[in-house]
């Protein structure tokens, strides 16, 4: 099974994963013992976000995708090709790849549009 975890600076689990471009993928045979098996880091068009679905894309080869938090329509996209999407509050990447296997992974805390965080604009339709 191979686990993708959203991680803009390689440390900590990060959000917006459909603008991120760093991933780091961790791969498991028996469901305990885990590895890290690389790092993504993505040209800018390649960001979900940016994609123009030609070709192949390195996300829809996981099995998982933890991430701090994404929208919707990122979900859905993993969704239909097959890659499940988990949102969490553990910030730790082993962690939360260890607790996804365990099934005690934390829920992302709710989204809020609280703009003094963000440093880009929100389109809603």
């Known amino acids: 099974m191979k686990i993708g975890v959203s991680s803009q600076n390689f440390r900590t689990i ?23 098996l690389e790092r993504l880091d ?22 998982y995708l933890i991430t701090s938090g994404c929208g919707e329509g990122f979900m859905r996209k993993m969704g239909s090709r097959g890659v499940m999407v988990r949102a969490t509050a553990e910030t730790d990447p082993v962690t939360a790849v260890k607790a996804l296997l365990s099934n005690t992974l934390p829920p992302a805390a709710p989204h809020e549009h609280d703009h ?10």
């Open 14 to 36: 990060t959000g917006h994963a459909g603008k991120g471009r760093r991933f780091m993928v961790y791969e498991t045979y028996d469901g305990n013992e885990i590895q890290e």
């Open 42 to 63: 993505l040209p800018k068009e390649m960001a979900l976000h940016e994609w123009n679905g030609q070709g192949e894309h390195p996300l829809f080869e996981l099995d």
């Open 116 to 125: 003094d965080h963000h440093d880009h604009e929100h389109h809603h339709h």
